[in-house]
Nanobody
């Protein structure tokens, strides 16, 4: 199982980023996927998840600002992040139930 996230960067509050996660080595189209994040000095926390058929769930703090999506034909998971806030600063990871991939840093600062 391999999960490689990309698309992070440094932005100002209010701006947007789109994260991607390329998956391989397992049946992505049948797998429940999630985005999690680890803010500096804090524990890892749930951000969003999506079932294999497209049902999405979000942490309250990102509801309405973030959108999770997936392309099962390309084995890619996405996270569109709009109206970013400083508290969104974290390393973001995509994950299955048992595997977390390499993360991508998101920094929101003025």
């Amino acid at each position: 199982v391999q999960l490689q996230a990309s698309g992070g960067g440094s932005v100002q509050p209010g701006q947007s980023l789109r994260l991607s996660c390329v998956a391989s080595g397992f049946a992505f189209n049948r797998t429940y996927m999630r985005w999690v994040r680890q803010p500096p000095g804090q524990e890892t926390e749930f951000v969003a998840s999506m079932s294999s058929v497209g049902n999405a769930y979000y942490q309250d703090a990102v509801e309405g600002r973030f959108t999770i999506s997936r392309d099962n034909a390309k084995n890619v998971l996405y996270l569109q992040m709009n109206s970013l806030k400083s508290e969104d600063t974290a390393v973001y990871y995509c994950a299955t139930d048992s595997v977390r991939g390499r993360g991508t840093q998101v920094t929101v600062s003025s």
